[in-house]
Structures are given as C-alpha cells and as structure tokens.
C-alpha cells in the first residue's frame, strides 16, 4: 500500500489526478491544504509521496518540499510547477524532485507518475 498525500489550497486543480490515482487498488490517497496539515500528516502516518499544487494556505510549495527532505528525505516528492523544464530544475535543485507536473494535471499525468513510483519501486526492491 502506498500512502500519496496531495496538498493544495484548492482540491479541485488535483482532482483529476487524484481521481486517476485513487484507481489503483494499493493507493491511498490523502489531502492537506497547508504545510502545516501536511508536516501533521506527516507525522501521523507513514506518507510515500507528496504532490505539492502550485499554491499552499500558508506557504510556498518550495518551503514545504525543502523541510520534507530535511525531516523525510525518503519521502519522494512531486510539484506542480508552470516554469520551463531547466527553470524548474534550477528552483528544485537538490532537493530530489521526481517529476513536475503542469497545473491541473490529469490521468495523463498521474498515469506517468505511476510509472516512475514503480521504476522508484523496482530499484528499491533490487
């Protein structure tokens, strides 16, 4: 069972992805809207995935992902992020960001998402 939290200030702009997500039996999903519910969760449960939406309650995503892989740095993390590929690994550099996600992402996405936690799977289990 693999536990993926989506945190967002807007639910809506993960849903399709959730939706898509959530149809894989060994999925649970989980949703917080702030950095502060999600480092909650965090504590509370054992959390494999964070997908970070562009917009948090009461942080950017960046200060969530960064005290992520501070505190869980075996906690592998997603962003959704309008900025150019190079852009994007500039923002993200070293902080082990597996994919960047357009916003609103869909089943397209979610679908390549599944695809490279089971390569993530794989190798961990080599």
Do not use: W
């Amino acid at each position: 069972m693999a536990r993926i939290m989506l945190v967002g200030e807007n639910p809506a702009s993960l849903k399709a992805l959730g939706a898509r997500l959530e149809k894989r039996d060994e999925i649970e999903l989980l949703y917080a809207v702030s950095k502060k519910e999600a480092l909650e969760r965090v504590e509370e449960k054992v959390i494999d995935v964070v997908v970070t939406d562009e917009e948090l309650v009461d942080a950017e995503p960046l200060a969530l992902v960064t005290e992520l892989m501070q505190t869980r740095p075996l906690i592998n993390c997603a962003m959704v992020n309008a900025l150019s590929p190079d852009d994007f690994h500039e923002y993200t550099e070293g902080l082990g960001v597996f994919m960047q996600l357009p916003p609103n992402p869909g089943e397209k996405e979610a679908e390549k998402m599944l695809e490279i936690l089971d390569s993530i799977d794989a190798l961990l289990k080599a």
